[in-house]
């Protein structure tokens, strides 16, 4: 509507400028969208002043340095917004060319953000200079924090907690990354589960600024209110959340793309929902993102999500054939779609193979159908996750 006022406004005489002006605020107040853009203006209001616990005595840690372990696609992208924003990280994987990688990573990202003016090169240079990396467990001694980002396997993640719980300086607090696993059951194989919590960012980490700070049975409120206030100062929006499969945000999300196999399943056309979803307001539609985050991961997670909602889950087989074929979405080239390079994917006639070899009746889904049975999904699932 602003852009429409100025387009309407800029070349006629100020009186009709303004009238233009007027005629296209005027039907915005009070409007659905208005409020609900008011309401999400004042709940970002409170998240700011909501330090994480209901016990405002409790404060936080000082925190002087982070360790974080794993420098895959999180890891790197985790040690990069401590290191952007003033703190020190040491960032660890135990493969020299992953490190190398993700030491290369953060250097990328600093330098497009020179490109872009959004820092100065001696900003830039300031923050690669914080950034410090290793091979080795040992150098975590003198970290406050440390955030694990190693691969989604839980008892590779219980292995390395034991042994660097041993290293950490007293006090110190270890979170996980973790998409899925529970933060209380990994809490029983450290020994300070109070100083233990989930701490889940969202990729690519760079750019999305929710981080989840997931509180397991026995965190303690210092631990929380520290993560909070880490998160808050590398510029990332914390919410507090309970410890449950998919954590918030998956738990909102998946039964949404769950729906998306099941409709694709039933004969909807790939294009169709996407464009259903994007029509509806979200920047990319479910078939396109499960290309993004990889089908692999995503049949994971589900597997894990539908499991302990199965009341509400239906099963389907596309993504299990989808990985089994060796089909893991963008990074292999094809998905649903497929990457002849990067970038938008082509409709891929070998998929409609595919789900018609399942033998279900198939038909033509409408775009009407497609977004409620794409968002009601949403809608009951963050009503579950209120009550
Ligand atoms: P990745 O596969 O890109 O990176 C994992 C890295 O950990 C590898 O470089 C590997 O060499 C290293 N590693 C494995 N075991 C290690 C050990 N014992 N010590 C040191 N380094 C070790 O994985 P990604 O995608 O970065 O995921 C990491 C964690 O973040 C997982 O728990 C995942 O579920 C979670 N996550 C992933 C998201 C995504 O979109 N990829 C989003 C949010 C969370």
Redesign the pocket.
């Known amino acids: 509507a602003a852009l429409d006022a100025i387009a309407k406004g800029c070349n006629l005489p100020l009186e009709d400028g303004l009238k233009a002006e007027t005629e296209a605020f005027l039907p915005l107040i009070g409007s659905p969208i208005s409020r609900n853009l008011i309401a999400v203006f004042f709940m970002t209001q409170r998240l700011q002043k909501d330090a994480g616990t209901a016990d405002a005595s409790v404060k936080p840690r000082d925190v002087g340095q982070v360790g974080v372990?794993?420098?895959?696609?999180?890891?790197a992208g985790i040690a990069g917004a401590n290191v952007r924003r003033g703190v020190p990280a040491l960032l660890?994987?135990?493969?020299p060319a992953?490190l190398e990688k993700?030491v290369a990573a953060v250097a990328k990202s600093l330098q497009s953000r020179v490109e872009i003016g959004r820092m100065t090169i001696p900003e830039a240079t300031a923050a690669l200079s914080r950034l410090s990396s290793s091979l080795t467990?040992n150098a975590l001694s003198d970290r406050d924090v440390v955030i694990e980002?190693?691969?989604?396997n839980e008892a590779?993640k219980v292995?390395?907690y034991g042994e660097i719980e041993k290293l950490l300086p007293p006090g110190a607090i270890l979170a996980?990354?973790?998409?899925?696993i529970s933060i209380s059951r990994m809490a029983k194989s450290v020994k300070a589960p109070e100083r233990f919590a989930g701490m889940?960012?969202?990729?690519p980490v760079d750019r999305m600024q929710l981080v989840e700070v997931i509180r397991g049975e026995k965190t303690g409120d210092a631990t929380v209110v520290t993560l909070v206030a880490l998160a808050k100062r590398i510029g990332k929006t914390p919410i507090v959340v309970r410890d449950c499969p998919g954590f918030l945000v998956n738990r909102i999300l998946f039964p949404y793309l769950n729906e998306s196999l099941v409709m694709l399943e039933e004969g909807a056309s790939p294009r169709g929902l996407d464009k259903a979803a994007t029509a509806f307001g979200m920047p990319m539609g479910p078939v396109t993102l499960n290309d993004l985050?990889?089908l692999d991961?995503s049949l994971y997670a589900g597997r894990v999500i539908n499991t302990a909602f199965a009341d509400r889950a239906a099963n389907t087989h596309i993504l299990d054939d989808l990985v089994a074929a060796g089909r893991l979405g963008q990074k292999t080239g094809a998905g649903f779609y497929t990457y002849a390079k990067p970038g938008r994917g082509a409709d891929d006639p070998a998929l409609t193979a595919m789900l018609e070899k399942q033998g279900k009746t198939r038909r033509e889904i409408g775009m009407e159908e497609m977004t409620d049975r794409l968002f009601l999904p949403m809608l009951t699932e963050a009503s579950r996750v209120l009550s």
């Open positions: 372990i794993g420098a895959g696609i999180m890891g660890i994987d135990a493969a992953a993700g467990v980002a190693i691969v989604e590779a292995k390395l996980s990354n973790t998409s899925t889940h960012f969202f990729n985050v990889g991961t």
